[in-house]
């Protein structure tokens, strides 16, 4: 119990820690590189492979070109993408599906992550974005801080985050960034 308190106040330490040092410098925190989309990926799924493995979920990643490639901050889209699998992985059900895909079109590259789970309740879909805002079936080892540090990510790379819920349930995030 206290190792679980402990892990959970480190994560909510460092989430906060990169949430005040964005809205502090702003853009001025990114070191701007090319990332290679596919291979980021497959780094942040890997590092949940315990997790996947414990709850059975089936992670599927679309057909990516390796070439497929954005400009940002290694270090913070990491950290966005983290955030977003978290979330699909947290709220997928036993045995559930995470669908990764990923395409580019006037200049911007845009990663679709979709899972089985409950989706985004109606009643913060407007607020998902603010600090501290959890689902209605959130569970207390949450920060709630994931979606706004996504944001803020997202915004510091002149970027866009969407959130929707999938025709056939589930939640669905899309995360756009610059190709240049």
């Not at 879909?125 to 990510?153: C, R, S, W, Y």
């Amino acid at each position: 119990m206290l190792d679980e308190s402990i892990t959970r106040l480190e994560a909510f330490s460092i989430k906060a820690l990169d949430i005040s040092q964005i809205r502090v410098k702003g853009a001025e925190v990114i070191q701007p590189e090319k990332i290679f989309g596919l291979r980021m990926l497959k780094e942040c799924v890997k590092s949940y492979s315990r997790k996947i493995s414990e709850k059975n979920l089936t992670i599927e990643i679309g057909e990516i070109n390796d070439k497929l490639y954005f400009t940002g901050d290694e270090v913070f889209a990491s950290k966005c993408f983290d955030n977003i699998l978290s979330n699909a992985i947290n709220y997928s059900p036993i045995t559930g599906k995470i669908t990764i895909t990923a395409k580019e079109e006037n200049g911007k590259v845009s990663f679709i992550i979709k899972d089985n789970g409950s989706g985004f309740p109606a009643v913060v879909q407007n607020t998902i974005f603010n600090p501290f805002v959890l689902g209605e079936d959130h569970m207390d080892k949450f920060t709630g801080l994931g979606l706004n540090l996504a944001k803020l990510i997202m915004e510091i790379h002149s970027g866009d985050i969407s959130i929707s819920n999938g025709a056939d349930g589930g939640a669905v995030v899309m995360l756009t960034f610059n190709k240049e």
